[in-house]
Every structure is written in C-alpha cells, then in structure tokens.
C-alpha cells in the first residue's frame, strides 16, 4: 500500500483528494524531501514551520501543520493539533497496514550491531527494513516505520531512551512480535537512578509486545534474572549458553545451545549480539543453515568493532561511542586475540555517567592487564582510566590531544602490534586513523 496524500489525511480525520504518492518524509527542511511530506517541529528555540520554504525548494508536496501558524503556499497543507503526534499517529496505522513481523531491539550498548545481525539473518528469508543511523526516538522511529516499503515482511526497530516512558511508548507504537534487551550498562544512568532505572527503563519494551511475542535479554545480567523472558548468555544458569571456540583478528568461532556457529567480527559480546540474532531467525523460521550465511554477511555499521589495517598493523576501530561496560568488553575482546605481542588499548573520556564518572572510569582501569601490553589515555577524563590501572607491567601513557596520541602510539605501529581505539563519540577518536594514515 502506497502512502497517498489522501491517505495520510483520511488517517488524520481530514479529507483531501490528492492521489500523489509521498515518497520522503522528514522534520528537517534540509533532508531529502523529493515528493515528500514536510512535518516541522516547534523546539526551544527552533521552529520547523519558519523553514518550510526550504522544504519546498526540496520538493515537498505536503506537510503536517500546527493550526494557528499561517498556511504556505505551494504545497498540501494538513492542519493538526500537534504535528509530532500526528507523525505517530499516521506511522502507526501504516505499520498496521504493511502488517509486518516486528523485532524491537533496546539496551546500553550494542543494539546498532544487533540490529545490523538480525537484519542480515532475517534477509536470508524475508524482505526487511532496519533503523538506519540513530532513528531510534519517538521522531526517529515513526520516520524509520514511515520510510519502510510496502512489501517489508520483517521491520527491525532500534528502541533509544533518555528517560523513563521512552521505550514504553515506543513499543506500544510498534507492538513487536520479538523483543531484545540487548544489555544494562550506564549511559542515561543520571535520569533514571543507576543501573536498576536503566534496566526498569529497558524493560519498558514489553509493554507493546504482543500477546503471544517473545522477549530475549542478556542472561548474564543480574538486574534481569527475575524476568520472564528467554535468557541467553555465557553463565551456566542461561537458557542458553554460549561458548567461544577460537578468536582470532579475523572473527569467531562459538557454540550455542550445542550448535556450532561463527561471525566474522570480534569479540564476546559481539557474539551475544549475533545469538539474539540467531534467536530471531529461528523463531521466525529461518534453518540454522540459513541463520550462518545470514552472520556470513553482516556487515556492522562503520566504527563498532571495525577491523582494518594501518600499514602492517592491525586496528580495532570501535570509536563511535563508549560506555564502562562496552569498553570492558572492547578491552576483552583485545586481551584475547593471539599472535600479537603488542596489545595497545588507546582508550578516551566517556560522557553521560553521572556523579560516579571518575570512579566508572577507574573501572575500566581496573580490567587493564597483561596480556595488554600498552594504555595510552586520551582526555581529561581518560586520565580517570589510569587511577584504576595496577598492573606494573602494562606501560601507560597520557595524552591531551589527538595528536599526542599519535606520537605516543606511532613507534609501536608495527606487524606484531594490534590496536585498540575506544571512546565516547564526541572525543571523534577515529580522526587518530587520519594522523597515522597521514
């Protein structure tokens, strides 16, 4: 089912004879907006509607329209009470018109890589639509629904939150048939009251499952052993459990639940992102046969654990955001890689932690050791991560800047060394890659 003009104001309540398809749809003026339904959004201090010229220039044929502004010219104009609702409104009834199975996928850190696997797994059978980039919010999700064709079988949707009833709402949008929780770390911890606000919030993603709908959690988490859900994870006690085989630089190899499987990406906590992507393809029908070519081709969103080489050295490019929890694991996954006498974790600030940020960073200090060979800080707050470091034999070094990392890093880039880059998004570490590449 095509989304008319037509359609989109009968859903509304309005009536409109317009059959022109909508084939783009944004808040922002400046995005691809060719046939497009134009939706402003009245911010702070921001008003989408002071910018729908642009949106017209850009070839929108229509928006939604707060009433009470005065109507532009040059485009179908439906009038709405709020116009961030009625975007809700209309992805919702277009989810139920496509009618496809949903896979809802939330938690502190890896729910872009989880989503990128189960889409691959799921494209083995099935025509998918996925969350691109961090189209995750109440606008982001709606838009991600909005853009998805009419043919999709399976939608899989990134859930974010910043604050209790995000992800409630969220899922009651989207009433997905399987729900992930992906893991509890501590980003938006000063919101919602430490590790257990986060996990609370987490879990707010069954409030739209449907009836008869599966929810899958990270079972080596504490905070989650009492829900009623399918946990999987390394501990004994999972529902299922996972073992790793081999890891090596070129991906790894694990059992779960007796089978033996593989992904070309590293480390453990990758590959309990690629289990729940499992779970999905065998609770929707997909033979195990069909589940591994599906983790054969996954390709993870650029920076999340990103392999590549700088001359002859071998890089772990996971700079696109960081967490305690997701940096312990990036420092795991490092300690376990064989052939490489130089194991080298430059490591930066994390944001978001709340009052306890030193003592999180610290944390992070305390997992590094030996086989890691080399820390090398990078921030104000990286400084925080040298507190917790005790082990003599690991050199560490700090760095202010950038560029005094990579003076600090360049004469160990070499065959024998393997890099580990890890962050919060806003230290931008990947722009070392530039400086060494220079």
């Keep these: 089912m095509a989304i008319t003009i037509s359609k989109v104001a009968e859903w509304l309540g309005l009536e409109v004879e317009d059959e022109r398809i909508l084939q783009n749809f944004a808040t922002d003026s400046r995005a691809e907006l060719q046939n497009g339904l134009y939706i402003p959004v009245k911010g ?4 989408g509607h002071d910018f729908v010229g642009g949106a017209v220039e850009g070839g929108a044929i229509a ?8 109507v532009p010219e ?6 709405v009470e709020d116009t961030v609702k009625a975007l809700q409104y209309i992805a919702k009834r277009y989810l139920e018109e496509i009618d496809p199975k949903v896979v809802a996928i939330t938690g502190s850190n890896g729910k872009t890589s989880t989503k990128d696997m189960v889409e691959s797994v799921l494209a083995e059978r099935y025509k998918t639509h996925k969350t691109k980039g961090n189209f995750n919010s109440d606008i982001g999700l709606p838009l991600t629904v909005l853009h998805m064709p009419e043919e999709t079988d399976v939608a899989v949707l990134e859930m974010g939150m910043s604050g209790f009833g995000d992800i409630a709402f969220l899922s009651e949008l989207a009433e997905p048939d399987i729900a992930l929780v992906t893991n509890i770390g501590e980003s938006h911890a000063e919101h919602v009251g430490g590790r257990q606000g986060i996990a609370k919030a987490k879990l707010e993603i069954k409030q739209g499952l449907k009836p008869n709908g ?9 905070l989650l052993e009492g829900v009623k859900a399918l946990r999987v994870g390394y501990n004994s006690d999972c529902d299922r459990v996972i073992e790793i085989e081999e890891a090596s630089f070129n991906g790894t190899r694990f059992l779960y639940a007796g089978k033996r499987f593989a992904i070309p990406v590293l480390g453990p906590h990758q590959v309990r992102n690629a289990v729940y992507a499992i779970e999905c393809g065998l609770a929707l029908g997909l033979s195990e046969k069909q589940i591994q070519q599906g983790l054969d081709h996954v390709h993870l969103t650029p920076m999340r654990m990103e392999r590549l080489f700088v001359g002859e050295t071998a890089v772990i490019n996971d700079a696109y955001n960081a967490s305690p929890t997701s940096m312990i694991a990036a420092v795991g996954t490092l300690k376990l890689l064989d052939g490489y006498p130089n194991k080298v974790a430059v490591l930066g600030d994390m944001y978001e932690l709340g009052e306890n940020e030193r003592q999180l960073h ?6 590094i050791s030996l086989p890691i060979t080399h820390a090398i800080l990078v921030g104000e707050k990286g400084r925080w ?8 034999s690991v050199s560490v070094e700090y760095a202010q ?3 005094d990392a990579e003076k600090l ?3 160990l880039m070499h065959e024998k060394t393997v890099v580990l880059l890890k962050a919060s998004r806003g230290m931008a570490l990947e722009k070392l890659l530039e400086q060494l590449n220079s």
Excluded: M, Q
């Excluded at 599966?214 to 504490?222: M, N, S, T």
């Excluded at 991560?385 to 003599?392: K, L, R, T, V």
């Design 44 to 47: 702070a201090r921001v008003d």
């Design 63 to 70: 928006a939604l329209w707060k009433k009470g502004n005065a």
């Design 74 to 79: 040059g485009l179908v104009v439906l009038e």
């Design 214 to 222: 599966l929810l899958i959690v990270d079972g080596d988490e504490p």
């Design 362 to 367: 610290a944390s992070v200090g305390a997992y």
């Design 385 to 392: 991560i040298g507190e917790g470091i005790s082990d003599p």
């Design 401 to 403: 800047t950038i560029e």
């Design 409 to 411: 890093l360049s004469p």
